[in-house]
């Protein structure tokens, strides 16, 4: 079953650090852009993060310079590492794929992981 799973996330201090694994399955990964997205209660969610398939990548205001995303095609998975982490920080990340393949569309999406950070 084709599948795009994270992990990583989990309770930290301000200031602290993770890093979010999105992995795939069932698909190769190589052709397909990756946005991280995060949504916090009762609010819209929120692009955080995109890496394209050549490698390109581009960050939401609020995490630049502290959040970095990368592939690695060989293990199939996307990572978003997370670096001085604020509060405002606190949301449920997901994964999205995505791309064209010819005149048809494909994409995923992943279940999520928490991330909690506490002042």
């Known amino acids: 079953q084709v599948q795009l799973v994270e992990s990583g996330g989990g309770l930290v201090q301000f200031g602290g650090s993770l890093r979010l694994s999105c992995a795939a399955y069932?698909?190769?990964?190589?052709?397909?852009?990756f946005t991280w997205y995060r949504q916090a209660p009762g609010k819209e969610r929120e692009l955080v993060a995109v890496?394209?398939?050549?490698?390109?990548?581009n960050y939401a205001d609020s995490v630049k310079g502290r959040f970095i995303i990368s592939r690695d095609n060989f293990k199939n998975t996307v990572y978003l590492t997370m670096n001085n982490l604020k509060p405002e920080d606190t949301a449920m990340y997901s994964c999205?794929?995505?791309?064209?393949?010819?005149?048809?569309?494909?994409?995923?999406w992943g279940q999520g992981t928490q991330v909690t950070v506490s002042s």
């Open positions: 999205y794929a995505h791309a064209l393949v010819g005149q048809h569309p494909f994409e995923y």
């Open positions: 069932w698909f190769q990964i190589s052709a397909y852009d």
């Open positions: 890496i394209t398939d050549v490698g390109a990548t």
